[in-house]
Antibody
């Protein structure tokens, strides 16, 4: 059973870079039929897709965040990562990693539990 | 840019009620639509993908329909564990979630 687990600092200072890692267990991150994504949810608000990375290494980002986002994969560790630069209080949110693809077109069928990141000095 | 709307934003219902939630895309997205259920403090759970395909393990009281711009999620007989917030998500272009519909107890 594939599982995802987010990790990273829970507190980031304004103007710094938020860095999170998602560790995939129970399956290979290199599967050609999957893609991997980051989604966030500010407290009390809705869901916002940040970006996705495919097995090929191709990345796709939310246009509203594109200038600040980098998603990468480390196949040796079965992990993928998120970097969000120049953060402000508006980036305070629960950050989820998720898996898409396979027999499930266009949707995220497996999610991590989420990790709360607060941007504050 | 595609915009997603949901209605109602909240609904109060009783156990056993039939509940219908609507999701509308500002432009056609074929059947590239998914529905999720989220409970407080938990990650979203996929219920429906490709507009009407039931995700494995999801009870059959959940169903989805629609194509193009108008979609519905129906819970045929609301159960206590169904009180939650429901989000639609389009996947025709980049993933975009609707604002959510909260289903609470009447």
């Amino acid at each position: 059973q594939l599982q995802l687990q987010e990790s990273g600092p829970g507190l980031v200072k304004p103007s710094e870079t938020l860095s999170l890692t998602c560790t995939v267990s129970g399956g290979s991150i290199s599967s050609s039929s999957y893609y991997w994504g980051w989604i966030r949810q500010p407290p009390g608000k809705g869901l916002e897709w940040i970006g996705s990375i495919y097995y090929s290494g191709s990345t796709y980002y939310n246009p509203s965040l594109k200038s600040r986002v980098t998603i990468s994969v480390d196949t040796s560790k079965n992990q993928f990562s998120l970097k969000l630069s120049s953060v402000t209080a508006a980036d305070t949110a629960v950050y989820y990693c998720a898996k898409g693809g396979g027999i499930i077109p266009g949707a995220f069928d497996i999610w991590g539990q989420g990790t709360m990141v607060t941007v504050s000095s | 840019d595609i915009q997603m709307t949901q209605s109602p934003s909240s609904v109060s219902a009783s156990v056993g009620d039939r509940v219908t939630i609507t999701c509308r895309a500002s432009q056609g997205i074929s059947s590239w639509l998914a529905w999720y259920q989220q409970k407080p403090g938990k990650a979203p759970k996929l219920l429906i993908y490709a507009a009407s395909s039931l995700q494995s393990g999801v009870p059959s009281r959940f169903s989805g329909s629609g194509s193009g711009t108008d979609f519905t999620l129906t819970i045929s007989s609301l159960q206590p564990e169904d009180f939650a917030t429901y989000y639609c998500q389009q996947a025709n272009s980049f993933p975009l979630f609707g604002p959510g519909t909260k289903v609470d107890i009447k």
